[in-house]
Antibody, heavy 122, light 107 residues
Framework: QVQLVESGGGVVQPGRSLRLSCAAS????????MHWVRQAPGKGLEWVAV????????YYADSVKGRFTISRDNSKNTLYLQLNSLRVEDTAVYYC???????????????WGQGTLVTVSS | DIQMTQSPSSLSASVGDRVTITCQAS??????LNWYQQKPGKAPKLLIY???NLETGVPSRFSGSGSGTDFIFTISSLQPEDIATYYC?????????FGQGTRLEIK
């Protein structure tokens, strides 16, 4: 069965960095684009970034562009999100999610991980 | 960027009631509209994609309709386990924005 397991969250000071990981299993990871979506405490869902199945194409929300980097290692079935220059407003649960299909265009996310909490606080 | 406006923001209904949530896109998104259910402390779950297609394993009391800019999500007969927050999301282009969510409570 499809499984996505995030890790790497924690408490970090403003301006510092963190790397999140998402370990995938139960499907051919290299066939699917992958997303990161976040949810601030008590708030709604915010899309963060997407990466193509081969890792060659990446897009970011304006709120994280230039600070966050999405990447993947298809040999390890793992998705990453590097979070740099963290701000208090980046505090959220970060979810990885699989695209239902080969392309993110026109396709929903059909499997989500359980999320990892990032808290940015001094 | 396309904005998604969802209403109502909260809703209280009785078991067995028909429940309707609406979602409006700021521009034509064809049928590239998804609906997710999120229970407290859990990840979102895909219920409906392409505006009206039921995801595998999702009960048939859930349905969706619409195209262009206006969409409707319906629970035909509310069950206690349907207590959750529901989100619409477009996937017409990037960024794939979500609506602000509808918190559904049992009366």
């Amino acid at each position: 069965q499809v499984q996505l397991v995030e890790s790497g969250g924690g408490v970090v000071q403003p301006g510092r960095s963190l790397r999140l990981s998402c370990a995938a299993s139960g499907f051919t990871f290299s066939n699917y684009p992958m997303h990161w979506v976040r949810q601030a405490p008590g708030k709604g869902l915010e899309w963060v970034a997407v990466i193509s199945y081969d890792g060659n194409t990446k897009y970011y929300a304006d709120s994280v562009k230039g600070r966050f980097t999405i990447s993947r290692d298809n040999s390890k079935n793992t998705l990453y999100l590097q979070l740099n220059s963290l701000r208090v407003e980046d505090t959220a649960v970060y979810y990885c999610a699989r695209t239902k299909g080969r392309s993110w265009s026109g396709n929903p996310t059909d499997y989500w991980g359980q999320g990892t909490l990032v808290t940015v606080s001094s | 960027d396309i904005q998604m406006t969802q209403s109502p923001s909260s809703l209280s209904a009785s078991v067995g009631d028909r429940v309707t949530i609406t979602c409006q896109a700021s521009q034509d998104i064809s049928n590239y509209l998804n609906w997710y259910q999120q229970k407290p402390g859990k990840a979102p779950k895909l219920l409906i994609y392409d505006a009206s297609n039921l995801e595998t394993g999702v009960p048939s009391r859930f349905s969706g309709s619409g195209s262009g800019t206006d969409f409707i999500f319906t629970i035909s007969s509310l069950q206690p386990e349907d207590i959750a927050t529901y989100y619409c999301q477009h996937c017409d282009n990037l960024p794939p924005a979500f609506g602000q969510g509808t918190r559904l409570e049992i009366k």
